[in-house]
């Protein structure tokens, strides 16, 4: 967004930040409201031509260990805009309140906004995002389908190393060993079946974003959405299975919380609940059989 949207200014400021090694987190959601778009923190302009931001965030990933805090809010005609704002920053309040039961340490958890003072220059018109044709939603999307993918590879890889060394055969199997198991054997082939779609869908998704990247019009715009979206459904349903079969195929031993196991199916539990895939099949079929270009917003 800072490279599209802002000012020639702001994108050597910001690009400087990030080189230096300055991290960027994000205040985006709010709970309570109507829905994820419903945003209610307000950017006030001030006689001087600053503003004053306010408002409460709620899902705030990386905030806790973030440099900048990007606050998206509502401006003049309620559009949306996203003002940069130092965590230090006067009436910036960010909370360690996050208790989730999966990725505890991604600090997703509470900012507060009271009379924030924000220079104009720190303020870039994120509306204009969703203009024309874009990626702004692809390549975000992207990032969480490689998160589910991952999960879904380390949990099959982590199931597969402790049937081989730590889980016993069921005695009826007539195996010496558990890796010999016929009926687990099936079971990791199905698992591995899942993970390397989720894979290949992911490897396609990103050869046609970059594709898109190169030309962008409507038409690649919308072919690097809906194959995001293949690849981020795949991924996820890949990653709460083989995150639950995991214990299935490696025994009773392998709940023991000592052993941590049960981190992959955590995380991919919470993680995929980030926006719901039932949608994004649903905008695969309507452009599959109708032609239909999926909407311009965040999550395609």
């Known amino acids: 967004m800072i490279r599209r949207q802002g000012t020639e200014e702001q994108r050597k400021f910001f690009f400087a930040e990030l080189l230096a090694g300055r991290r960027f987190g994000n205040a985006q959601s709010e709970a ?7 945003i209610r923190t307000r950017l006030t302009p001030q006689p001087d031509g600053s503003y004053v931001l306010d408002g409460l965030k ?39 309140d996050w208790d989730g039961l999966g990725q505890r340490t991604t600090a997703s958890g509470t900012v507060r906004l009271a009379g924030v003072p924000v220079p104009a220059d720190r303020i870039l018109p994120h509306h204009l995002t969703f203009e024309g044709p874009q990626l702004h939603g692809a390549v975000a ?6 998160i589910d993918a991952g999960i879904a590879g380390g949990a099959l890889a982590e199931a ?23 009926l687990l054997i099936q079971r990791f082939g199905e698992l591995a079946l899942q993970v390397r779609s989720a894979e290949a869908l992911l490897r396609e998704a990103g050869r046609v974003v970059q594709a898109a990247q190169a030309d ?30 995991l ?32 949608w994004k099949i649903q905008h695969i079929g309507r452009y599959v059989l109708n032609g239909t270009r999926p909407p311009r917003h965040g999550l395609l």
């Not at 195929?249 to 709940?255: I, K, L, P, Q």
């Open 58 to 96: 709620h899902y705030s990933t990386g905030a806790l260990f973030a440099d900048w805090i990007p606050v998206l809010a509502r401006a003049e005609e309620d559009k949306l805009h996203v003002a940069y704002v130092p965590a230090d920053a006067p009436g910036v309040t960010v909370i360690d």
């Open 247 to 278: 214990f299935e195929v490696a025994g009773t031993r392998a709940a023991l919380n000592s052993l941590n196991l049960h981190r992959h199916w955590r995380d991919a539990r919470t993680h995929t609940l980030h926006d719901p895939t039932r």
């Open 216 to 245: 962008l019009t409507d038409d690649s715009a919308a072919e690097a959405s809906i194959a995001v979206a293949a690849a981020k459904v795949q991924a996820a349903q890949a990653a709460v299975e083989v995150g639950s079969a």
């Open 160 to 182: 597969a190393e402790f049937v081989r060394t730590k889980s016993r055969p069921w005695f009826e199997s007539g195996v010496e060993t558990a890796a010999e198991d016929p």
């Open 32 to 38: 309570g409201t109507r829905h994820v778009q419903d």
């Open 141 to 146: 999307q992207l990032l969480h389908a490689a």
